[in-house]
C-alpha cells in the first residue's frame, strides 16, 4: 500500500480529545477511500464502511436525521458493535445519499464521541444541488490530492532522495551527481504522475503500455461519470473541453479555441463543473497589491491546469521514454509540462483543510504587456512572484516589471539548474529593480513553502 502524507491528518483527527465528523474531498480517484482504510489498518481501528451506492436497510432510517437510531440499526445489521472509542464509521459514496451528509450535522450536535468519516465520487459535482447541503460549523473538510514528488519518491523506495530535499536548506549546494538523480527521478514522476492506482502499477514493475492503459481507463472513468448528472451537464461537451484542455495548459483560456459550435456561457458553465469536479482547476489572474491574492481575483482572467501531471502527460501523448531522458524539462510540449508541474506542487502545500487556489500576474499593455507564471504568498504575508523558465537563465523581464511595479523584493525562479541565489540590481526602464531571486531545480518545487517561510 501506497503511504500518504494525509494518513498523518486522520491520526490527529481519530485522537483528537475533541472533533467534529470529517468530509474528505478531492478528485476521482485520488485514493480516499484507500486511505480511510488504510489508516484504520494501521491503528488496529474497527472499520464500519458503508457505501451509500448499495442498498442497505438501515439506510431508510437516515433521514429521520436520529444518529442513535442508526448507530442501533448499523450495529443490528452488520452483526457488530459499534465502539466509539476504537470505531470509525466511514460513510463512502455519500452523493448517493444527499441525507447522510445532513445526519453529519447530528452526529456532531447529539453523538460527538462517535469518529465519522464521509466521502464520495465527484462530490463537489452535486454539492450545487438544492437537495444536498453541507452543515456549515459542524464539520471538518480535508483535501485530497493526487500524490506529490515527495509522496510518488517515499512510494518508489527512494528514500535517500527524499530526505536530501526535505532537510535541504536555503544557500546549500547539492553536488552534480545527486542534482542528476534527482532530475532524473522527478522526470520519471512526470511520465508516471501521481494517481495512486498508476503508482501502484509503476512502483510493482509495469511497464509503459500497461501503465498507460491504466491512465487511459482512469481518464475514461471520469467520462463516463459525466452521464451520471444529465440533468444538470452536457456529458459530451464536458468530454469535449476535458480532452482539449491539455493544448491549452499555461495559456489565457478562450473558449472559441476549444470549439466554436458551443456558446460561450455553455462552455463556462461546463468548465465549472469539471472544476468542482476536481478535474481542472483554474489559476486566476490577481492584482497583487496585497494579501490575500484572492481580493483582487479578477474572474474572467484565468489559465487552466489539470489535476494530475501523469493524465496529461498521457493525453498529450507524449513519449515517457523523450521525457525520462529530455535535457530540458522545461521544454516539453513547450514548458507546459513544466507549469503543471509547478502547479500542482504549490497547490500540494497547501493545508489540508484550504481548498488551494493559485494566481498569476499580467500587464495587459500594447507595447510593454508582461505576465508572471504564479504568484503566491508566505507566512510573513510577503508577494512572492514565481516563473518557470528554461534554461540557467531565461528571460526575467516580465517578472523584472512586476518586481519594480509592485515594490517587491523576493521572487523564485524554477529551472534545470542547480539551487542558487541571486542579488538582482539594475536600472530598468521603469525604475530601479532590487530583489533576491531564489533559483530553484523542478524538484524542490514542493519544498518552495519550507524554504521561503525558514
Not at 512510494?155 to 546549500?172: H, N, R, V, W, Y
Not at 507549469?339 to 507595447?367: C, F, G, N, T, V
Request: charged share 25%.
Amino acid at each position: 500500500m501506497i503511504n500518504r502524507d494525509r494518513l498523518s491528518t486522520l491520526k490527529s483527527w481519530f485522537f483528537r480529545e475533541k472533533r467534529k465528523p470529517l468530509l474528505i474531498r478531492g478528485a476521482r480517484q485520488v485514493g480516499k477511500t484507500t486511505l480511510v482504510r488504510m489508516f484504520c489498518d494501521q491503528e488496529n481501528i474497527r472499520l464500519v464502511e458503508i457505501n451509500c451506492e448499495k442498498p442497505f436497510v438501515f439506510m431508510s432510517l437516515v433521514e429521520k436525521l436520529d444518529p442513535k437510531v442508526v448507530v442501533q440499526a448499523m450495529e443490528f445489521e452488520f452483526n457488530v458493535s459499534i465502539d466509539h472509542a476504537d470505531s470509525l464509521i466511514f460513510f463512502d459514496e455519500v452523493q448517493n445519499s444527499p441525507s447522510v451528509l445532513k445526519l453529519l450535522r447530528y452526529f456532531y450536535e447529539e453523538l460527538p464521541q462517535y469518529r465519522v468519516i464521509a466521502t464520495g465520487s465527484l462530490l463537489e459535482f452535486v454539492l450545487d444541488e438544492p437537495e444536498f447541503s453541507i452543515p456549515v460549523g459542524r464539520l471538518e473538510l480535508m483535501y485530497l490530492n493526487p500524490l506529490s514528488f515527495e509522496e510518488f519518491l517515499n512510494a518508489a523506495g527512494e528514500i535517500k532522495a527524499l530526505d536530501m530535499i526535505q532537510t535541504f536548506s536555503l544557500g546549500e549546494e547539492i553536488a552534480q551527481p545527486f542534482h542528476l538523480t534527482l532530475t532524473r527521478l522527478l522526470r520519471r514522476y512526470a511520465a508516471v504522475g501521481g494517481m495512486p492506482e498508476v503508482v501502484q502499477a509503476h512502483i510493482k514493475g509495469a511497464g509503459i503500455k500497461e501503465l498507460e492503459r491504466t491512465k487511459y481507463a482512469i481518464l475514461d472513468t471520469l467520462k463516463l461519470d459525466f452521464h451520471k448528472y444529465t440533468r444538470k451537464t452536457n456529458p459530451k461537451l464536458l468530454t469535449i473541453i476535458l480532452d482539449a484542455l491539455p493544448l491549452h495548459v499555461g495559456k489565457k483560456l478562450k473558449y472559441t479555441g476549444i470549439d466554436r459550435s458551443y456558446k460561450s456561457n455553455e462552455m463556462a458553465i461546463a468548465l465549472h463543473q469539471l472544476c468542482l469536479a476536481k478535474v481542472v482547476f483554474k489559476v486566476f489572474n490577481s492584482g497583487c497589491n496585497g494579501v490575500p491574492l484572492g481580493a483582487e481575483k479578477k474572474e474572467r482572467f484565468f489559465k487552466c491546469f489539470m489535476l494530475d501531471i501523469g493524465l496529461i502527460h498521457t493525453q498529450l501523448q507524449l513519449n515517457p521514454f523523450e521525457t525520462s531522458e529530455a535535457e530540458e524539462f522545461n521544454l516539453i510540449n513547450n514548458g507546459a509540462l513544466a507549469e503543471q508541474l509547478i502547479a500542482q506542487q504549490l497547490m500540494a502545500q497547501y493545508p489540508d483543510y484550504m481548498s488551494p487556489e493559485l494566481y498569476y500576474w499580467a500587464r495587459e499593455k500594447k507595447a510593454s504587456s508582461a505576465e508572471v507564471d504564479f504568484v503566491i504568498a508566505d507566512d510573513r504575508r510577503r508577494i512572492i512572484p514565481v516563473e518557470v523558465k528554461a534554461g540557467s537563465t531565461g528571460s526575467l523581464r516580465s517578472l523584472q516589471i512586476m518586481m519594480v511595479e509592485k515594490k517587491l523584493d523576493c521572487a523564485v525562479r524554477f529551472n534545470s539548474m542547480s539551487p542558487s541565489i541571486f542579488h538582482e540590481d539594475r536600472q530598468t526602464l521603469k525604475g530601479r529593480s532590487r530583489f533576491t531571486l531564489y533559483s530553484f531545480p523542478h524538484y524542490l518545487s514542493g519544498q518552495v513553502m519550507r524554504l521561503l517561510n525558514g
